[in-house]
Nanobody
Framework: QVQPVESGGGLVQAGGSLRLSCAAS????????MGWFRQAPGKEREFVSA????????AYADSVKGRFTISRDNAKNTVYLQMNRLKPEDTAVYYC????????????????WGQGTQVTVSA
């Protein structure tokens, strides 16, 4: 079992960058796929990006492809989301999630969730 904890959110101007981190407790972190999701006010939680247990495969939502990069460091039990060329529509609470096995783009297939970190992009 893992417990994700997100950090790195904040306020940034459009066009700027942020790097989110997700530190997960547990000795089996390297066996879990990790995903990033986000939820804007009044909207449903949506998939952003995911990475398999070894870091060799990644997936991105079309809305962030080419701007966001997901990576992981299993030695540090941490997954990252580098967000570049941010847009006001990226404003949301960003959640990190873990699931055993291969990654998924569906939030209901993840077992463990962090509390979220707020990202606000001003125009």
């Amino acid at each position: 079992q893992v417990q994700p904890v997100e950090s790195g959110g904040g306020l940034v101007q459009a066009g700027g960058s942020l790097r989110l981190s997700c530190a997960a407790s547990g000795r089996t972190f390297s066996t879990y796929a990790m995903g990033w999701f986000r939820q804007a006010p009044g909207k449903e939680r949506e998939f952003v990006s995911a990475i398999n247990y070894s870091g060799t495969h990644q997936a991105y939502a079309d809305s962030v492809k080419g701007r966001f990069t997901i990576s992981r460091d299993n030695a540090k039990n941490t997954v990252y989301l580098q967000m570049n060329r941010l847009k006001p529509e990226d404003t949301a609470v960003y959640y990190c999630a873990a699931r055993y096995g291969y990654y998924s783009v569906h939030a209901n297939e993840y077992d463990y969730w962090g509390q979220g970190t707020q990202v606000t992009v001003s125009a």
